[in-house]
């Protein structure tokens, strides 16, 4: 009964790992909707 813990402590940082190498070699592809937006003149002193 005491290894119960040490494995599910294993297992939880197997599982912890794993997910840091699957976001660490994702290749997210960066958004490609145009964004467009109008500043007032107001916004930028002369």
């Not at 197997?14 to 109008?38: C, R, S």
Request: glycine share 6%.
């Amino acid at each position: 009964m005491k290894k119960t813990p040490v494995v599910l402590l294993v297992l939880v940082a197997a599982l912890v790992a794993g997910g840091v190498g699957v976001l660490a070699t994702w290749d997210i592809p960066a958004p490609v909707a145009q964004v467009e937006k109008v500043l007032p003149d107001e916004r930028f002193p002369r």
